[in-house]
């Protein structure tokens, strides 16, 4: 396979790749989540979303709460799950990085929470594919826009990007151009 300079990934698609391979991972049955966590072009730090360390999967039991088939939005239950990005910047925290001035991919727009911890821990933007907050959660996370603490910007792969990812996914790579002949 040749490929062209201009068939390469942007840097947004590339990290957001990483954030998608990065919830592949997630243990949690309504959203799985994947973060990463980026500085000058180089990862500093993933994160999915599933239960705390230690408490067992939702997908190991098939529920997030006893009685419960699901803990999404709809349910007056907070989710089980530490959210992809809260993950992310523990395991920052917890190897000594600093996530000052860094960036994070989502494959989730943050919610509120997650965004007051972002900002708290120094991002300054958030790329995200997928939107979340609506409504008075719009509103607010619109606030701290307004006062610059955060960017946000929605992004998505490509459809070329896609699929060549997928056959670089699902093929070995490490073969010499000239045996592909």
Known sequence: MNYSQ?????????????????STRSTCLAFPVGAVIVKDR????TGYNGSPSGSIHCTAQGFCYPGLTTCDASTS??????????NAIA?????????????IYVTLEPCLSCLKL???????E????????????????DLFLEDGLIKLEQISLSEATAKRATIFL????????????
Do not use: C
Not at 42 to 45: E, G, K, M, R, S
Not at 92 to 99: D, F, L, Q, R, V
């Open 6 to 22: 201009a068939e390469r990934p942007t840097w947004n698609e590339y990290f957001l790749m990483m954030a998608k391979l990065a």
């Open 42 to 45: 180089q990862v500093l730090a």
């Open 77 to 86: 239950l907070p989710s089980r799950s530490v959210h992809a990005e809260s």
């Open 91 to 103: 395991q920052a925290a917890k190897h000594g990085i600093s996530t000052q001035d860094a960036s």
């Open 118 to 124: 972002i900002i708290s821990a120094g991002l300054k």
């Open 126 to 141: 958030v790329f995200y594919e997928t939107p979340f907050n609506s409504g008075e959660k719009a509103f607010v996370r």
């Open 170 to 181: 699902l093929n070995p790579m490490s073969v010499r151009q000239e045996e592909e002949k």
